[in-house]
């Protein structure tokens, strides 16, 4: 059910805007005049007397540049046990307490990597919560790298830099931002808000998942939203393109290639060496691309890019891969497709398993040569799409007369055979339904906050915390709200993440326009 946003005529009568007009949405609908730190008023609901401030909150904490700059100031970095999150959690709950809302901070046996939970207790039980989930924590930093202080929130060229502004700090100061307003115009919900801010998300063991087992009472929810969607642009980099709201992941699962050789003094090289072998190896696999394996979910996808898009041969090569009829001409379009595509390895990554060489550990002294070298091989798999259990197979096949053994990684105990099940029923789990008043939220706000731009559910090419919810059924979607242009996506774990400050104080105001949906006054 892709909702076009903008009639093809429509699409076709506009001018060009400027890059802040993109960032901003349509002047019309979306702008600090038109809102400042009051808000959004309901396209689909009728006009009302404002209700009463309840809460005295600072104006900072309604500014989610302002917000994110405080957020970025904590370094909450993980190196794969968790991170030291408690300075930002303590932060966060004064912004929330500020507003006069409940919080909790939840410890984990890891000192100060904790989680923190603020409840807006809504006006009927009646109805199930809605959870916002939002991790603290970020990948390491290669400061020497940077071209600026990661911790610092510097702004420059219209942009804020700093780990974590686009994955996900700055979604978390959105949906917290757009909720303050609210409440600082003595608004109400039709429910109970959720707002955990957990931590272990990129790494660790006391993530969503020993949140959920310990503290469920906490985090029962109808529908979850979470980071994933990506908002995108035409190939002008200025208008607005492209609304995702994620309603699926990709399947998560690791491989390990291991070659062995002969341990020896490095002036006496033998030619079975493992790092050689393991080179090859890699170099050999290097060059694979996985099958393309269309699912309903991408297709629905790639046919609201296709309407999106301003750049006529990118949406025929669209259609000609929609409209293939046999897997030669589905891979010549996809090949197609990536070449033209403005952002050409999300779109190649939602077409097929995906394989990337993470980590290599090999040796010890200069003057030993090792008898083992690995290298660490993280995949992702389109639910509906190529197994993981298939992509494994055909790995063992590229890689039978490499000297090199291809072993999946399980959780300790655990077989190969039982996790490629785990994995197979990952793999068939549903998308997230439509039909539940979050997901109509989302809907409506992109069609005001983005007038000219085409909406649609997706298919996120990474991965989220939100297994815990789905294993139990319940709902769960994702978007990074603000705008952002290829360079900026490939900053994401990278070095100078960054995002526009304009785009993020119009995603602002559509997180402002989805929680309007769900008022009660």
């Known amino acids: 059910m892709t909702d076009h946003i903008a009639t093809e005529d429509h699409r076709a009568s506009r001018g060009s805007v400027g890059r802040r007009g ?25 006009a009302t007397a404002a209700a009463a401030p309840t809460a005295t909150i600072p104006k900072s904490d309604l500014d989610s540049l302002d917000l994110l700059k405080r957020m ?20 966060l709950k004064a912004v929330w307490e500020r507003a006069g809302v409940s919080t909790e901070i939840i410890p984990t046996p890891i000192t100060d ?35 600026v202080d990661p911790f610092a929130g510097t702004v420059k060229g219209g942009e804020i830099y700093g780990r974590g502004t686009l994955d996900m700090k ?66 002008d980099g200025t208008t607005p393109m492209l609304v995702t709201v994620t309603r699926q992941d990709k399947v998560y699962f690791n491989l390990d290639l291991t070659a062995k050789g002969t341990a020896t003094h490095s002036s006496k090289p033998m030619p079975d060496s493992a790092i050689v072998a393991l080179s090859r190896a890699v170099s050999e ?23 999106a898009t301003d750049d006529r041969r990118f ?36 077409l097929r398993t995906t394989a990337a060489y993470v980590i290599e550990e090999s ?32 790995v063992r096949q590229i890689l039978r007369d490499k000297d090199v053994k291809v072993t999946l990684v399980t959780p300790e105990g655990v077989s190969e055979e039982e996790q490629l099940a785990t994995l197979d029923e990952t793999w068939a789990t549903a998308p997230a339904a439509l039909d539940n008043p979050l997901f109509s939220a ?26 815990p919810w789905r294993k139990k059924g319940i709902p769960g979607y994702g978007v990074y709200p603000y705008v952002i242009t290829n360079e900026q996506l490939i900053g994401m774990h990278g070095n100078d993440e960054r995002i526009w400050v304009d785009a993020l104080a119009t995603g602002t105001n559509f997180m402002y326009g989805v929680f309007d949906r769900l008022r009660s006054r």
């Open 363 to 394: 040796g010890y002294k200069e003057n030993v040569i090792p008898s083992e070298a690995t290298c660490r091989v993280n995949c992702r798999a389109v639910p509906g799409g190529q197994k993981p259990r298939e992509f494994l197979a055909t």
């Open 113 to 147: 990597n904790v989680h923190l939970i603020a409840r807006i207790k809504g006006t009927s039980s009646a109805n199930k919560p809605i959870l916002l989930l939002g991790h603290s924590d970020v990948v390491p930093v290669e400061k020497e790298n940077w071209s």
């Open 72 to 91: 970025v100031s904590f370094d909450t970095q993980n190196f794969g046990k968790g991170g030291k999150t408690r300075a930002h959690a303590e932060m």
């Open 442 to 467: 989302i809907s409506a706000s992109a069609r005001q906050t983005y007038p000219e731009a085409t909406f649609t559910p997706a298919l996120f090419e990474a991965g989220t915390s939100l297994g």
């Open 285 to 307: 696999l290097g060059d694979h691309l996985a099958p393309v394996r269309l699912t309903p979910v991408t297709r629905q996808y790639f046919s609201a890019l296709a309407n």
């Open 170 to 235: 700055g979604a978390n100061a959105a949906f917290i931002s757009a909720l303050l307003r609210h409440l600082s115009e003595g608004h109400t919900f039709d429910r109970d808000i959720i707002v955990l801010t957990d931590a272990d998300e990129e790494a660790g063991d006391y993530g969503s998942a020993w949140l959920a087992k310990t503290h469920w009472d906490k985090l029962d929810a109808g529908a979850v939203l979470t980071e994933g969607g990506w908002f995108l642009a035409q190939r």
């Open 22 to 46: 993109f960032l901003l949405g349509s002047a019309g609908a979306v702008g600090a005049t038109a809102f400042g730190l009051g808000g959004l008023a309901r396209a689909d609901a009728p």
């Open 315 to 350: 949406a025929r090569a669209i259609s000609m891969l929609l409209d293939a009829r046999d897997q030669r001409m589905r891979e010549r379009a996809a090949k197609l497709v990536v070449a033209r595509s403005a952002y050409p390895h999300l779109h190649s990554a939602l």
